[in-house]
């Protein structure tokens, strides 16, 4: 068996939390190392998951340098630089959504695997969740996408009094976390030719409402609505449709509902390893880490930083951002 690839994660936050148990359950993969600014988060996240190593730093864990890969978990506000910095040192880097604030951030990632051949993937989970994998085979199967409709709203309210957000982040709120289903726009659609967006601003300090009309290179029509004041959290959904069938997700994607003409309706659900863990952290778990031993940027599925690229200047269209 080769050695275990040596894993440092750079923050010991939610998302951590979520990510640690993927990794420590890979048999191929070790956990050496955990970094986070924060002293009490660092050693209350280092005990539970019994990681020996800590660094209150991103300079002092670069300087150690006893790792074959890193995974960047921290604010977007910082995400992109911290993820570049390996990159330019030809350190293997999963980078959780988004891949920055900002498409020029974006760009930049791009421009620096582009000059090393570092391997670079984004989490965007939603395309390994084992339920929607299941349910766009099914309906790919039945002919072309003519329709994609992605609601993409939730209760942004939160966001408004949370002392760790910084206001970059609570006004980009479409780019942090929306970017979960308005990414299955191409997911679905494939390659985006013509974006028509309107952008309205009704209960926060910053715009709260998106409607978008988007055509695709395959012809393809996708909709999208994105409102920051629905009653609930994460009120996302999708349709997709061929002149043959449609798929409908539920319950947050946990599972879909396949129908076709003149048969009975197909439901697919979450299974294997995303029943145990957070829905589609093992698959891009697993496809990062056989990455970093074959070298290579991630293939679909998985979001090479050029595609997360095209998807944050989806989202940029659709929200009519200016320039930071």
């Not at 790919?140 to 992605?150: F, K, W």
């Not at 002392?163 to 479409?174: E, F, G, H, N, Y």
Request: net charge neutral; charged share 20%.
């Amino acid at each position: 068996m080769p050695d275990p690839i040596r894993v440092a994660v750079i923050g010991a936050g939610n998302i951590a939390q979520q990510h640690l148990p993927v990794l420590l359950a890979q048999p191929d993969a070790r956990v050496v190392a955990l970094c986070d600014a924060k002293p009490e988060h660092l050693q209350a996240t280092a005990q539970k998951f019994a990681i020996e190593r800590t660094f209150p730093s991103v300079d002092a864990l670069h300087g150690w340098g006893a790792y074959d890969a890193v995974y960047v978990l921290i604010s977007a506000v910082a995400s992109a630089a911290v993820a570049e910095r390996f990159v330019r040192h030809k350190v293997p880097t999963f980078l959780e959504k988004p891949p920055g604030l900002y498409v020029h951030e974006t760009e930049r990632l791009v421009r620096a695997v582009e000059q090393t051949g570092t391997t670079l993937q984004v989490g965007l989970n939603r395309r390994f969740y084992t339920s929607i994998q299941a349910g766009r085979a099914a309906i790919l199967a039945t002919g072309p996408v003519l329709t994609i409709n992605v609601d993409a709203s939730e209760d942004g309210a939160h966001i408004w009094t949370d002392p760790r957000l910084v206001l970059a982040s609570r006004k980009r709120r479409i780019f942090t976390n929306s970017i979960h289903p308005l990414d299955l726009l191409r997911y679905f659609g494939g390659d985006v030719r013509e974006v028509v967006s309107f952008v309205d601003r009704y209960v926060h300090p910053a715009p709260d409402c998106f409607t978008a009309w988007i055509k695709f290179q395959s012809g393809a029509t996708g909709r999208a609505a994105v409102d920051h004041f629905a009653t609930r959290g994460g009120n996302w959904g999708f349709q997709v449709r061929t002149a043959e069938a449609t798929l409908t997700s539920y319950d947050g994607y946990l599972r879909v509902v396949f129908e076709r003409r003149g048969k009975e309706p197909v439901e697919f659900g979450l299974t294997g390893d995303d029943l145990r863990f957070k829905p589609g952290f093992p698959g891009e778990t697993r496809a990062f880490l056989d990455l970093v031993r074959t070298g290579g940027q991630p293939r679909f599925p998985a979001v090479s930083i050029q595609d997360a690229l095209l998807t944050m200047r989806l989202i940029d269209s659709i929200a009519q951002s200016p320039a930071p």
